[in-house]
């Protein structure tokens, strides 16, 4: 069998699919056979489900010892009506919570600065103090839930509420179980809610990651995302090459600061997309899962097993629902699932079907919920793991996945790595073009979607949308007002003083951030406090 | 307008920094042979329209999804009438519900993009609108 050519014929099968045309190449195999894997070694490149590289899993037995972890991605208005919807997910047999804040939140700033008109509240819950913090867990007692928190650049500071949230209840750290988003490199590649330039971005992070390594052992200090990577445009190879590439900027950072790699390395973990392409999804999960072990054993030198493993969330792919015939958005979603699981994700969000359009409805987001439910109960799916282990195809697919990320790792060394890359525009340049390609693919029909460039119909009934009502700005702006007005103001003061000189120093930052938490000081005057030492980011222009 | 570049000012009012759509649709623009600029990211309705007068385009196209466009789009289209600039054309784009498009027009925003509108409606709305206004 010669190799090059089987590779060149399968390349052309993966862009036929709509995948990256760098993949691309001028022969397409109708079938993929035995010949294909002539170069598979079963103990190098895939082992058992729970064995190095962990192609096929992370556990022996995967969803049969445990299912994965269904975490609904919500959050919107007030701190108390997220405390409504976390409970009613809890109530309807979800297993972890994720919290979506909203812009002023994730920019670190306060509901009553004028640049937070019109967005308190709109893409998730509005906090300002640890006093929101604490009304959106009432009732939820930290030892009892894991969760997800959707921030990155003003991250360590939610984290720090979450602590003393913590605290207050009684719960002791060493229980408190979840994850903070926490991946500021991929903001700055594609979602760009950032606030501090990369590099003091960067302390911030391994701060709470030292943190967490010595105080919350069993919290994931860290999400690095490939989601919003893809969702931005990329194409999966780029999504899972830019990922595992900051994943390595990560682990490099946490080195210089004195860490051991086995120390911090078994709490890193991962998020991507699933997209449509089914196969070439399921290929990206589990090429992932290879990489990472070979990344960390190899290149870092990590001693224990779960420092090689690449434990990740998967949240299926927003950009994929259409606006148009919105009930259609409940089979994408699914068939995404599907991907997800048949990749072996360790924790899965499905979308609702009205996105393309409004925050999800409460019936939208049961359905998408429901979604899981079916194929962890029904489909029969679960009871095997790595069911396509072995298919000629999704095998050889995988390691072109694996290939390609590999040239992205050598082209990102080359230049100095992931922060120099940005400071380019690599990474984000890459991510333009793919999805302008994919725009134009789309206009010329190269690409269908159903509902929009084939199969459109006029008969969709309107579904009813969510919407966040403007007065709820006014209540948020009149409870930090009077927050304000009846805190210790020497404390606040005093903390926030005390942070500025942490700032100043090589300490860190995170027994600050909670002393100021504590003693109500506001995110936005926390996070001002910091942009005073390490100065605000500016996109150059591409 | 014959022998004159359509001017179009792409701009992201409010917090959000998905300028994943804005960036297609400016580029489809310029190869459609417009004259664009792009505001980046995160512009108040005063730069926004400040950029517009400065750079005397011909439509303003805002994008957003983080929802607050109910507040920001009519504060932007308010501006350029205090600015007697109600000639400039202003359209939309990103997550709006339906409910909200009847609204958006009568507050004086020309048109509305939802997800998955081609850039070539885009580009077919700025030619038409532009051209006639100027026969």
Redesign the interface.
């Known amino acids: 069998m010669d190799g090059a050519d089987t590779d060149k014929a399968t390349k052309q099968t993966v862009r036929k699919q709509g995948s990256p045309p760098n993949l691309a190449s001028k022969q397409t195999p109708p079938i993929y056979t035995p010949e294909h894997l002539s170069q598979l070694d079963y103990q190098r490149d895939l082992g058992d489900p729970g064995e190095f590289p962990y192609t096929r899993g992370v556990y022996p037995d995967m969803y049969r010892g445990k299912l994965w972890t269904m975490r609904q991605f919500s959050g919107y208005g007030s701190a108390k009506e997220t405390n409504h919807r976390c409970k009613f997910l809890l109530e309807q047999g979800q297993t972890g919570l994720s919290i979506a804040f909203d812009l002023p939140t994730l920019m670190g700033i306060d509901s009553d600065d004028p640049l937070s008109e019109g967005e308190v509240g709109n893409c998730g819950v509005a906090v300002d103090s640890l006093e929101d913090m604490e009304i959106l867990f009432e009732g939820i007692r930290l030892d009892q839930v894991t969760t997800s928190m959707t921030v990155n650049a003003p991250a360590a500071i939610l984290l720090a509420m979450y602590v003393a949230v913590a605290d207050k209840q009684g719960v002791d750290r060493a229980k408190i179980r979840g994850t903070a988003q926490n991946d500021i490199l991929k903001e700055f590649i594609a979602q760009k809610e950032w606030i501090y330039p990369p590099q003091p971005s960067m302390r911030l992070v391994v701060d709470s990651i030292e943190f967490c390594t010595k105080h919350l052992p069993a919290y994931n200090s860290i999400s690095i995302s490939g989601y919003h990577i893809r969702e931005a445009g990329s194409t999966a190879l780029q999504e899972l090459a830019f990922t595992l590439r900051d994943g390595i900027e990560y682990v490099e950072a946490c080195l210089r600061a004195g860490m051991a790699v086995d120390d911090f390395a078994p709490r890193l973990s991962f998020f991507f997309d699933s997209h449509n392409n089914f196969f070439e999804e399921i290929a990206k999960f589990r090429a992932a899962r290879r990489l990472w072990a070979h990344i960390m054993r190899d290149r870092f030198g990590a001693k224990k097993e779960q420092s090689r493993m690449c434990r990740f969330h998967t949240h299926t792919s927003g950009y994929s629902l259409t606006a148009q015939q919105p009930a259609n958005n409940v089979v994408r979603t699914t068939l995404q699932a599907l991907a997800a699981v048949l990749g072996g994700t360790n924790s899965l969000h499905t979308s609702s079907r009205d996105e393309a359009l409004a925050l999800p409805t409460e019936e939208a987001a049961r359905i998408a919920l429901r979604t899981q439910q079916i194929l962890a109960h029904e489909s029969g799916v679960p009871d095997m793991a790595d069911p396509l282990g072995g298919s000629y195809f999704v095998e050889t697919l995988t390691s072109q996945l694996e290939e390609g990320a590999w040239g992205y790792f050598d082209k990102i060394d080359a230049m100095g790595g992931m922060i120099q890359a940005i400071e380019k525009g690599f990474p984000q340049k890459e991510i333009q073009e793919a999805s302008y390609r994919h725009q134009k693919a789309v206009e010329s029909k190269e690409e269908i979607v159903v509902g929009v460039n084939k199969c459109v119909s006029d008969d969709t009934l309107p579904i009813k949308t969510l919407h966040i009502s403007p007065a709820l700005r006014e209540h948020q702006v009149q409870r930090l007002q009077t927050l304000r007005a009846q805190r210790n103001h020497q404390a606040v003061k005093q903390t926030l003083s005390e942070l500025k000189g942490a700032a100043q120093s090589d300490q860190n930052l995170m027994p600050f951030l909670i002393h100021c938490v504590k003693e109500y000081a506001t995110l936005g005057e926390i996070c001002y406090t910091l942009k005073e030492i390490f100065g605000a980011y500016q996109e150059p222009s591409f | 307008m014959p022998g004159q570049k359509i001017r179009v000012l792409i701009a992201k009012p ?7 759509g804005a ?2 649709v400016a ?2 623009l310029r190869d459609s042979g417009m004259e664009v600029i792009y505001s ?3 512009q ?1 309705p005063e730069q926004i329209v400040q950029a517009a007068l400065q750079e005397d385009v011909d439509a303003v196209g805002l994008s957003i999804l ?7 789009f009519s504060r932007v289209v308010g501006l350029l009438k205090e600015n007697q600039a109600e000639d400039i054309l202003v359209f939309g784009g990103g ?5 909200d498009i009847p609204k958006l027009k009568e507050i004086g925003v020309d048109r509305i993009f ?3 509108a ?3 409606d885009i580009i077919d709305f700025l030619k038409e609108t532009l051209h006639e206004e100027n026969h």
Not at chain 2, 14 to 20: C, E, P, S
Not at chain 2, 95 to 99: A, K
Request: proline letters at 6%; hydrophobic letters at 25%.
């Open positions: 409010g917090l959000d920094g998905h300028d994943r960036k297609v580029r489809a980046g990211l995160r108040t983080s929802g607050a466009h109910m507040t920001l997550i709006i519900p339906d409910d939802q997800p998955n081609h850039t070539s």
